[in-house]
């Protein structure tokens, strides 16, 4: 009888000690399971008190210190500006861009600054104008890097994207450019006469970027450039850190939309309805920091109907010097008819006599076309301290002086006192 009473008292001991072991573990698990749910806890509201803390030093009622404040903003700056940088470079990679210390590159020679960078604005169907002016002042070929190198002066035609990517426009561009090396093709914007603001914009951005030039300079491809001239003028600017240079003027907002010169933004010029001052878009030169301006600001720069509108008011706000220089001005010269051989001998003659020429190259080359002409035809070439040409007054001077071949009398009664040999 002990020894059964004596088993069951030690059965009952061990299943008592089982129980006491089990619900040990049991208590243990669940205080572990309590810790780690506090200490993720007090994670999340650290997460959250940081946060707070940090939108209520945006708002100013923190109680933490000056110090502190600042640089939590400073902080939160930067990784703004990281954040910017690291998309520009992405973006800049994906163009093909490589840094200015590797021209081509190696990295161990730097690159040479250059004078002007000139972008010749070019479109689809103007073939005949570009040709023109490679035979007139814009070097080809191996006279490029010599121009390049004895004055500092890039020259390039700038022409968009067909809209419909790939097609005959394109191909004939690409042709074109294969050929003659001059070409600045922007890859990211349409060619169409409603996007030439933005073009000039694209122009700028990608010029800063692949040339360091002291300047800019946009011109159109119906103008002719006398380079010593243009040359002489950017140089005796070099002192001028931000310059806008053009020939300046002003002039009436259209409204009406079946006009010419419709500026759908015409309410925002005021009640007077007047343009602010701006360089004629013919030709205009912009400073390096400007260009820089422009290409920095690409995305919060808006445009106008017109490209010389939309350049000048990306300046309005800046401390920028505009320089009106004359001989950026193209003539203004307008067709007319010649009523009989004395007005047309006295209106060639007048308007030869006031044009210059401009350029001994240009008309060198056509005056040898006429070697049967008197000495009189020769006195023409005069060299002029001007910049630039319209080709439409280039042609018309032509054409003047085709037909004095006619009166040759009386053009050497006109001339012949006023000239010098």
């Keep these: 009888m002990r020894s059964r009473g004596s088993q069951s008292r030690l059965s009952g001991n061990s299943f008592g000690s089982r129980v006491s072991a089990l619900m040990l573990a049991m208590v243990a698990t669940m205080a572990t399971i309590y810790v780690a749910s506090r200490l993720f806890q007090d994670a999340e509201s650290r997460v959250y008190l940081i946060e707070e803390l940090e939108k209520s030093i945006g708002q100013g009622q923190s109680a933490v210190s000056v110090d502190g404040t600042l640089k939590v903003l400073t902080c939160r700056e930067q990784r703004k500006k990281l954040s910017a940088l690291e998309t520009e470079l992405a973006a800049a990679r994906q ?32 073939k005949k104008n570009r040709d023109a002016i490679r035979k007139a002042w814009m070097p080809t070929g191996t006279d490029v890097r010599k121009l ?11 022409i968009g994207r067909s809209a ?34 933005k073009k000039i914009k694209s122009f700028f951005i990608y010029a800063v970027g692949n040339w360091d030039a002291e300047f800019y300079a946009k011109v159109d491809d119906h103008v002719y450039v006398n380079l010593d001239a243009l040359g002489g003028v950017l140089t005796s600017h070099l002192d001028k850190p931000r310059v806008y240079i053009g020939c300046m003027k002003s002039g009436q907002v259209v409204s009406e939309p079946t006009h010419k010169w419709h500026e759908p933004d015409w309410w925002k010029f005021g009640d007077g309805k007047s343009y602010f001052r701006h360089a004629s878009s013919e030709v205009y030169v912009i400073s390096k920091a400007l260009a820089q301006f422009i290409s920095l600001n690409r995305f919060i720069l808006r445009t106008y109907a017109h ?20 001989k950026f001005c193209c003539s203004s010269w307008s067709p007319g008819q010649f009523l009989s051989t004395q007005s047309l ?28 002409f008197p000495l009189t035809i020769r006195l023409l070439i005069r060299s002029y301290a001007s910049v630039t040409i319209d080709t439409y007054v280039l042609l018309r001077m032509f054409k003047c002086i085709e037909n004095l071949a006619s009166w040759l009398s009386d053009f050497e009664k006109l001339f012949l006192p006023h000239l010098i040999v």
């Design 95 to 126: 163009e093909g861009f490589v840094p200015k210390n590797l021209p081509g590159n190696d990295g161990k020679h730097p690159t040479k600054k250059v004078l002007s960078v000139v972008g010749v604005m070019t479109t689809f169907g103007r």
């Design 164 to 197: 419909n990517r790939g097609d005959s426009l394109d191909k004939e561009i690409e042709t074109e450019s294969s050929q003659t090396n001059d070409f600045i093709i922007l890859d990211n914007q349409v060619e169409a006469p409603e996007e030439k603001a």
């Design 345 to 372: 001998t006295y209106t060639c003659s007048q308007f030869i006599w006031e044009l210059g020429p401009y350029s001994i190259s240009i008309m060198g080359q056509f005056v040898q076309q006429y070697d049967d």
């Design 148 to 158: 390049a190198d004895k004055k500092g002066i890039t020259m390039r035609f700038v």
């Design 307 to 326: 490209d010389d509108v939309s350049t000048g008011s990306w300046f309005i706000g800046l401390d920028v010097q505009h320089l009106d220089e004359t």
